[in-house]
T-cell receptor, first 112, second 113 residues
Framework: GEDVEQSLFLSVREGDSSVINCTYT??????LYWYKQEPGAGLQLLTY?????DMKQDQRLTVLLNKKDKHLSLRIADTQTGDSAIYFC????????????FGSGTRLLVRP | DGGITQSPKYLFRKEGQNVTLSCEQN?????MYWYRQDPGQGLRLIYY???????QKGDIAEGYSVSREKKESFPLTVTSAQKNPTAFYLC????????????FGSGTQLSVL
């Protein structure tokens, strides 16, 4: 399809791991990104992965990339209440060097 | 501190009125963008500019206009032709040589009176 797809909602308990999934559209996309948005604020870049990688780890964050299935995931270890936010994945499609395509966002709720 | 500043935080538009949203960056970025965010939806690109005095339409440019007279500034005008302007508007900038990582402002919530 044409859209970057994400599930709308995820609820986890504090201390558990969260896994947010994303299916993107273009198998030749060069970069894939995860952004975090807190209420009433702009988006903050969390991490990104280049398409020739299949995993990237950055402290509590692990990004997995499955190019064959065009599937991207973000794992947050030891999820905290401050992680509650909307998480957007985005792809930089080949041939469109100035346009990121965003998913609709996954709202993560962390229960105490 | 370097960053992107959007103003105002909240804006109200009357019927038939044009309103302008401000976006200023001091990151020395060449590229700037305007996105619209509706509840439960992803970001949709309105306009973008790769360089001063040049800009291109994004996916939903109808009813909007922009200018890029200075590198630091990329104001967005929501015209009376935009019939459903209520949304959260986000400005972003990037340095094209840095993997298109976007830096976002804190957004402007536009509502219709």
């Amino acid at each position: 399809g044409e859209d970057v797809e994400q599930s709308l909602f995820l609820s986890v308990r504090e201390g558990d791991s969260s896994v947010i999934n994303c299916t993107y559209t273009d198998s030749s996309s060069t970069y894939l990104y995860w952004y975090k948005q807190e209420p009433g604020a702009g988006l903050q870049l969390l991490t990104y992965i280049f398409s020739n990688m299949d995993m990237k780890q950055d402290q509590r964050l692990t990004v997995l990339l499955n190019k064959k299935d065009k599937h991207l995931s973000l794992r947050i270890a030891d999820t905290q209440t401050g992680d509650s936010a909307i998480y957007f994945c985005a792809e930089l499609r080949s041939g469109s060097s100035y346009k990121l395509i965003f998913g609709s966002g996954t709202r993560l709720l962390v229960r105490p | 501190d370097g960053g992107i500043t959007q103003s105002p935080k909240y804006l109200f538009r009357k019927e038939g009125q044009n309103v302008t949203l401000s976006c200023e960056q001091n990151l020395n970025h060449d590229a700037m963008y305007w996105y619209r965010q509706d509840p439960g939806q992803g970001l949709r690109l309105i306009y973008y500019s790769q360089i001063v005095n040049d800009f291109q339409k994004g996916d939903i440019a109808e009813g909007y206009s922009v200018s890029r007279e200075k590198k630091e500034s990329f104001p967005l005008t929501v015209t009376s032709a935009q019939k459903n302007p209520t949304a959260f508007y986000l400005c972003a900038s990037s340095n094209p040589v840095s993997n298109e990582k976007l830096f976002f402002g804190s957004g402007t919530q536009l509502s219709v009176l």
